[in-house]
């Protein structure tokens, strides 16, 4: 197979498989699913086969990629390793930091800031200044039980995905060569999952809508509450909703791809109930951004 070039490496598009396309001397460009294209390195030393990060392109073109193999190529030939500094110095905020970077085009807002949180909360005060390469399954289980100790048993095991999954692209990375949290699964409290309250007869159903109906407080709030009950839409969503949004010749209200969970435009047929609430609200609100603003401040 002839070496890569530029113009090659722009022309690669994603495929449903991860691929590599090799350029020699164990330099090679891994083309994800998603269409990222990283710079990896692989070498043997001590009989053991180890894989670099160089970057990724174009941030990092062919030429420094090659420079930087050709550097690691002299210090293997020196009897060095050259990923060694590189995993002791990588600590785990720093891949963490990283990783939630690389998500931020597929994840909605509202999980963006869970993850951070959690992270913040339950994971670097303990852990963030710590080589990653160096954390075992026994230093995640002590961050686990922390949680557990206060019988938050769910978020346990949510943190515990969310480090996996920042193993795992450490991993990908260079950075470490495995996932201590594999090593957990059945190590943490099991939880039943609960479920959501959800009213399914019908007749209750109507007695919800009295009830919404005959609410005393916030106009805008009972406008909001009798939209969600006749959209079935999210919570954050409604809170989010803007004229902007809403064809009212239409009979569409049409969210954004950036606002909906799934990172996809999502369009929502509004019934004649659904516009009567907001010709009923339009005169309060229909002059600012949200339909439905917080009497606090208009974000």
């Known amino acids: ?84 500094k590189k995993e002791k110095r990588a600590k785990f905020e720093a891949i963490a930091e990283a990783w939630r970077k690389n998500m931020g085009n597929v994840w909605s807002e509202s999980h963006a800031t869970t993850v951070k949180g959690r992270l913040k909360l339950d994971v670097y005060p303990y852990i963030g200044e710590r080589p990653i390469a160096n954390i075992s399954p026994q230093d995640m289980l002590t961050v686990l039980r922390r949680i557990e100790n206060r019988k938050a048993y769910e978020t346990a095991s949510r943190v515990m995905g969310i480090c996996s999954q920042i193993f795992r692209y450490g991993v990908a990375t260079g950075a470490v060569t495995s996932d201590p949290c594999r090593d957990l699964r059945g190590a943490l409290v099991p939880y039943k999952k609960g479920q959501f309250a959800a009213i399914t007869d019908p007749e209750e159903a109507g007695k919800l809508m009295v009830a919404i109906e005959n609410y005393k407080g916030s106009g805008v709030v009972r406008a909001a509450l ?64 949200y339909i439905f603003p917080s009497p606090r401040g208009r974000r």
């Open 226 to 289: 009798k939209f969600s009950a006749l959209t079935f839409c999210r919570p954050g969503e409604i809170r989010n909703a803007e004229w902007a949004e809403v064809d009212m010749d239409e009979a569409t209200w049409t969210i954004p791809a950036p606002k909906m969970k799934a990172r996809r435009e999502h369009t929502v047929p509004l019934s004649t109930q659904a516009l009567d609430v907001l010709r009923e609200i339009r005169p309060l609100t229909g002059h600012k951004q």
């Open 1 to 84: 197979m002839p070496p890569l070039t530029e113009i090659k490496i722009k022309s690669i598009k994603p495929t449903e498989k991860t691929r590599r396309f090799f350029d020699g001397g164990g330099l090679y460009l891994e083309v994800t699913k998603a269409g990222s294209k990283y710079w990896r390195w692989k070498y043997r030393i001590d009989g053991k086969e180890k894989r670099l990060a160089f970057g990724v392109w174009p941030e990092v073109s062919l030429r420094e990629a090659r420079d930087k193999r050709d550097e690691c190529r002299a210090k293997l030939r020196a009897g060095e390793d050259p990923g060694e």
